[in-house]
Every structure is written in C-alpha cells, then in structure tokens.
C-alpha cells in the first residue's frame, strides 16, 4: 500500500539516537551509528521523532510499505521489554541535586572540598560512559551557553571563593558554542584569584574525545 512513512538521510544523521527514543513504537534503532527504520511495520507515520531530530536528517515520504501493525509492534516491545531487563545497568554516579548552573546554590555543602566537573549538557549524551569517566568522584554543574544566554563566569566565581575546589574538569563539546562554557570556567578562576587546576576535554558529535 501506498503510505506516509519517515526517512532518514544518513548524511545528515549524527547518530545522536534521539529520534529512537522518542519513537514509542521502536521503529527505530541506531546500526553502526546511524538512526534507521528497522522494520515499516513498526511505523505508524505520525512523525513523533522528527521534531527530537537536531540536524533535521528525518522527514516524510509517500511511498509503498507495509500497513502500521500494532500487533507486531507490541511484540517487539514485549521483546525489547525482556532484554533490557536482562541487563544489567550501571548505577549512577550523582550525588547532588540540583546540577544547572544556575540553580546550585553556591555555598551548597557539596562543593566543599571536592574535584568540580563543569558540563556542557549534550555532553552527557554523547559520551556513552560519562556517569564513570567523569561524574564519578566529582561535584557537577551542567548548562548550555548557547540556551541560557547568560554570563556562567559570576556564578562559578561564587563556587570557587566560598568552596575548596581541588581540581576543575570542563566537558565540552567541539562546536563553537561550547567555547562560552570554557571561557567562562577560565574566567572564573582568573576572577577567584586561585590556582586551581584546570583540565579541557572536548568530543565530537559521535562523543569522540578530541
């Protein structure tokens, strides 16, 4: 039958794998890093991934496919369901609450003492094992520059005079907009009149370390 269904143009697609997650049928899967429609069954064409997708890889196409099958798809899920059970996740390495930049507390106990990992959000996402290579035995303030449209550097100056800060990890992403994440740690520490050690890690859209 003739139908409305998603496509994905891989050349756009980074393999962010938003778009699998917000598709409730699981029709969607990332295969050797990129998203794909795994089966046309599975897609009922109403488009619930393509508003998730950051680089607009995903649109509509009238083409012949397989009718939607909710059967097949509750089965699948059934499936999927069973797996992720089976195994094992890793526990979360979090100790704080809250994490947004501006909505810690700068004179939060938390921050006494500690090794101080500043995040840029997508971070989190594009790197696979952030919560034990780099949340793990840190204090965590996340934002995103580009969203906020605020001036970090007065906030964690605040973090930095009142607390023992040990040691500053900054996770940033390789596009321009991250270097206000970067600058503003930079600024800080400058402000704070501390030596404080300063470490940069930068990865890719795959979540790549650069």
């Known amino acids: 039958m003739i139908r409305k269904i998603i496509t994905i143009n891989t050349d756009k697609c980074n393999g962010c794998g938003l778009c699998a997650t917000a598709c409730h049928e699981s029709a969607i899967a990332i295969v050797n890093d990129k998203a794909k429609l795994i ?20 649109s509509f196409e009238e083409r012949e496919a397989l009718a939607y099958d909710d059967d097949a798809v509750k089965e699948n899920q059934h499936r999927k369901k069973k797996t ?54 840190h204090s965590i303030v996340i934002g995103c520059p580009k969203l906020d449209m605020v001036d970090y550097s007065e906030k964690l100056t605040e973090i930095l005079r009142l607390n ?14 991250c270097g206000g994440i970067e600058y503003a740690v930079r600024e800080a520490i400058k402000n704070s ?7 940069v890690v930068t990865m890719d859209l795959n979540g790549n370390i650069q």
């Open 193 to 199: 009149g501390k030596n404080i050690p300063l470490r």
């Open 164 to 177: 023992t800060i040990n040691s500053i990890t900054v996770t940033r992403m390789i596009v321009p907009c």
């Open 84 to 137: 992720d059970q089976a195994t094992p996740t890793a526990p979360s390495q979090l100790n704080q609450w809250p994490v947004q930049i501006k909505l810690v507390a700068p004179n939060a106990s938390f921050f006494e003492n500690t090794d101080l990992l500043v995040a840029a959000d997508c971070t989190a996402f594009a790197y696979g094992n952030f919560h034990n290579d780099f949340i793990k035995n």
């Open 39 to 58: 089966r046309d069954d599975y897609c009922d064409g109403l488009g619930n991934c393509l508003p998730t997708c950051p680089t607009n890889a995903i």
